[in-house]
């Protein structure tokens, strides 16, 4: 691993050596009640604009699909993201700026047949209120707003739903997802590295489902890659607290380490 103090160091020394990964909904985003309508935080928007041509490598990495994203991130409409990887589903559909195009996004079958069953499931289960979210290789029960006995209701349930389809259980803040696909932020991140030549890799999440991120991390650090495990923490989630390098007060405070990221590689738009 490195240090907070020594990345700022490297990056900026030598920023073409660095990977910034990050992940989307509770670390760029902040969280909203109605997923639809979440976007970047315009401070972090502007900060990866700036980082996008200076580092080796910029990936957003999320559970998200691919093309929700990058319309929600508004990405296209920068230029300093253009380069932008983005894994999405935690790795499942793959996008790079190299081909434009997104793999691996095809629908399964059994999201068809939850998407139609869950609205009356979650009825019987006492949740009649939760959002259901089609992601095609996913399907997401949204709980946020919920009464705290309607939320806890349907957790039990949905991991056994989940077992007994032999579909992925993805616990997140005030989501869970059953997933057709068994690849995970880990798969998605090391993919993202073994295509660059790097020598530092940063990766920021907030979530459960980012932990095998951090998992990635030390398989690099174990590999001699200087690595920096950055929390987006907040009130819902603390169990990547403990193993982060750097704790983060969620997207605002990821939105001012980012600017002062950018403001070393990019000092002529910090001196203001
Ligand atoms: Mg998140």
Redesign the pocket.
């Known amino acids: 691993m490195t240090s907070a103090d020594d990345l700022l160091e490297t990056v900026a020394n030598d920023p073409a050596g660095v990977l910034l990964a990050l ?5 760029l ?1 902040p ?1 909203v009640v109605d997923p639809t309508t979440a976007g970047v935080h315009p401070r972090s928007l502007a900060a990866l604009d700036r980082l996008g041509p200076r580092l080796g490598g910029l990936a957003i990495i ?2 998200r699909p691919v093309e929700q994203v990058r319309r929600l991130g508004d990405f296209d409409a920068h230029p300093g993201l253009h380069e932008l990887f983005v894994r999405g589903q935690y790795g499942a559909e793959r996008w790079s700026p190299a081909t434009g195009v997104v793999e691996g996004a095809d629908r399964h079958d059994v999201v068809d047949r939850l998407v139609a069953d869950l609205p009356g499931l979650l009825s019987a289960w006492g949740a009649p209120e939760a959002l259901v979210e089609d992601k095609g290789l996913a399907v997401a029960v949204h709980t946020r707003g919920l009464t705290p006995a309607a939320a806890a209701a349907v957790i039990d349930p949905l991991r056994d739903l989940a077992r007994s389809l032999e579909l992925t259980f993805e616990p ?2 005030q989501v869970y997802e059953l997933r057709s696909a068994s690849i995970t932020k880990s798969d998605a991140l090391l993919d993202v590295v073994a295509g660059l030549a790097v020598h530092t890799v940063v990766f920021a ?3 459960l ?2 932990l095998p991120a951090y998992d990635a991390l030390d398989d690099l650090a174990s590999r001699g890659v200087a690595t920096l495990k950055v929390c ?1 923490a907040s009130t819902e989630q603390d169990a990547l607290v403990a193993r982060a390098d750097l704790v983060l007060d969620g997207p605002d405070g990821i939105a001012d380490w980012l600017t002062e990221l950018a403001d070393l590689v990019d000092p002529v738009d910090a001196a203001v």
Do not use: L, N, P
Not at 23 to 27: E, N, P, S, Y
């Open positions: 992940d989307f909904d509770g670390t985003a969280i999320t559970g997140g803040r999440g907030d979530d489902g980012d987006s």
